[in-house]
């Protein structure tokens, strides 16, 4: 996986959805692979969206294979600031004693793939879920989160190393419970990469998906996550 990683990674855009139409492409995908495994009922919009989506601390992006949308992330950022985000609904004892010790925590949610690519494209969720690497660099993160089924569980502790937070619970319009997983990033990162270098991310590759400077809601967010845990030297390029 790493090689094959690292040569697909040369194919691979990610876009971050800000026009409405980006965003509705997004949407959509969303509703057809959700259909497709059977995690939500048929909708006459048949799109998939809520309102985390809108939060001045989330991004949502395409990752885009060849100039085609393949997969979507949608990652949202938890500070003691900004506790807001889709995990926080659902797991609220366990991630509001994390943000009241002042952490930052990376909530990725809405990982999709297009059912007619993902057979095809193994690497796929790989590819994708290194968002949620690149962003627990960007923002020092003291905690990585992953909210998925129990036969996915699996797939998560290899890759990440995440180990399960509580039994899976119910989660708003999905059909199927959904468990909390939680990685410590700072005490993790280097063994993640060892294994998965592709993971990897350059401080320029971080800012151009992240940095928000039009964005005044968020770019408060950031200013207040870099005065409270600035990234240190060795952080800049790993």
């Not at 990610?14 to 995908?29: F, G, K, P, Q, T």
């Not at 085609?68 to 659902?90: G, N």
Request: net charge negative.
């Amino acid at each position: 996986m790493s090689s094959r990683g690292l040569d697909l990674l040369d194919k691979v855009d990610y876009r971050l959805a800000n026009s409405a139409e980006e965003r509705d492409e997004i949407y959509r995908l969303r509703y057809r692979a959700y259909l497709r495994e059977g995690a939500i009922d048929p909708n006459p919009a048949e799109r998939v969206t809520d309102r985390f989506d809108e939060l001045p601390n989330s991004w949502v992006f395409g990752v885009h294979l060849d100039g085609v949308l393949v997969s979507s992330l949608r990652i949202t950022v938890a500070s003691p600031q900004f506790r807001d985000c889709p995990s926080m609904d659902v797991f609220p004892e366990q991630l509001g004693a994390e943000l009241d010790q002042g952490k930052v925590v990376i909530d990725p949610t809405r990982f999709v793939a297009d059912p007619t690519v993902a057979g095809r494209v193994t690497e796929l969720p790989y590819i994708t879920l290194r968002l949620a690497f690149v962003a627990c660099a960007y923002f020092n993160a003291d905690i990585g989160l992953a909210t998925v089924r129990a036969e996915h569980q699996a797939f998560y502790r290899r890759l990440f190393m995440h180990q399960p937070v509580c039994a899976p619970r119910d989660y708003p319009g999905l059909k199927k419970p959904i468990a909390l997983m939680a990685v410590d990033f700072p005490a993790m990162r280097d063994k993640v990469f060892a294994r998965y270098p592709f993971l990897r991310s350059t401080l320029f590759e971080r800012r151009m998906l992240f940095e928000r400077p039009d964005d005044r809601a968020a770019s408060l967010h950031l200013a207040e996550i870099s005065d409270s845990a600035p990234i240190a030297a060795e952080h800049i390029c790993v």
